[in-house]
C-alpha cells in the first residue's frame, strides 16, 4: 500500500540532545512538508520540500534542520536550540496539479523533551 | 497571506446534515480552499477542495460563495465517527497552507 510512515510513534529525549524524526513517503511525490502542532492548535509549516536536494523554510523553521537526498526521505532534526520542542510533528507529501495540491499526512510523531 | 476563520465548535445530531462555515476574505483568485480533518492524535485526513464551483464526493460537499470570501463543507448525514476537528485551509505562495484552529464538531446520538 502506498502512504506516508513516520517513526517512532513517540519519542522521548533529555533535553539538549538533539533527535531525527523520520518521514518516508512511497506514493512518488514531489513535494514533502513538516509541521509542527501543539495542543488545541492547528499545524504550523516548519520545513517544505518540492523537489530533490532543495528545501525551504516555513513559519517557524528556528531550531530545526532537514535534508531531502532522496526523493523518498525527508528527515526533520530538532536541535538543541529549539526552544520548546514538544510537541506533535506531522509530515505531509503531495504532488502539483493543475487542480489544487492535495496533501498526504502521516501518523504523526509525539516528541516529549524531559 | 490567505487566512481562514472558523468557529471553535458546533454540535450536530447523529444522522443529520453538519454544515461547518469557513471565512477566507483574503483569498486570492487562484487559490483554492481545502477541507482536511483531524481526529485525535492522528495525521489530518483529506475530505475535500476547490476553486470556484461547488464540489462533492463520497465524503462530503463544498459550496463556495461566489465571491469566494466564504465556504460551507456539508456533511449530509453525520454520523458519530464524523467526530473531529474541521479544517478549513487555503494554500499561500506555493505548496503551502495555512491551517487555523479548527472547528471541533460533536456528532451526539
Known amino acids: 500500500d502506498g502512504g506516508i510512515t513516520q517513526s517512532p510513534k513517540y519519542l522521548f529525549r533529555k533535553e539538549g540532545q538533539n533527535v531525527t524524526l523520520s518521514c518516508e513517503q512511497n506514493l512518488n511525490h514531489d513535494a514533502m512538508y513538516w509541521y509542527r502542532q501543539d495542543p488545541g492548535q492547528g499545524l504550523r509549516l516548519i520545513y517544505y520540500s518540492q523537489i530533490v536536494n532543495d528545501f525551504q523554510k516555513g513559519d517557524i523553521a528556528e531550531g530545526y534542520s532537514v535534508s531531502r537526498e532522496k526523493k523518498e526521505s525527508f528527515p526533520l532534526t530538532v536541535t538543541s536550540a529549539q526552544k520548546n520542542p514538544t510537541a506533535f510533528y506531522l509530515c505531509a507529501s503531495s504532488i502539483p496539479r493543475d487542480t489544487g495540491d492535495e496533501q498526504f499526512f502521516g501518523p504523526g510523531t509525539r516528541l516529549t523533551v524531559l | 497571506d490567505a487566512k481562514t476563520t472558523q468557529p471553535p465548535s458546533m454540535d450536530c445530531a447523529e444522522g443529520r446534515a453538519a454544515n461547518l462555515p469557513c471565512n477566507h476574505s483574503?483569498?486570492?483568485?487562484?487559490?483554492?480552499v481545502y477541507w482536511y480533518r483531524q481526529i485525535h492524535s492522528q495525521g489530518p485526513q483529506y475530505i475535500i477542495h476547490?476553486?470556484?464551483n461547488n464540489e462533492t464526493n463520497e465524503m462530503a460537499s463544498l459550496i463556495i460563495t461566489e465571491d469566494r470570501k466564504s465556504s460551507t463543507l456539508i456533511l449530509p448525514h453525520a454520523t458519530l465517527r464524523d467526530t473531529a476537528v474541521y479544517y478549513c485551509i487555503v494554500e499561500y505562495n506555493f505548496n503551502k497552507f495555512y491551517f487555523g484552529s479548527g472547528t471541533k464538531l460533536n456528532v451526539k446520538p
Open positions: 476547490g476553486l470556484k
Open positions: 483574503t483569498i486570492s483568485g487562484n487559490e483554492y
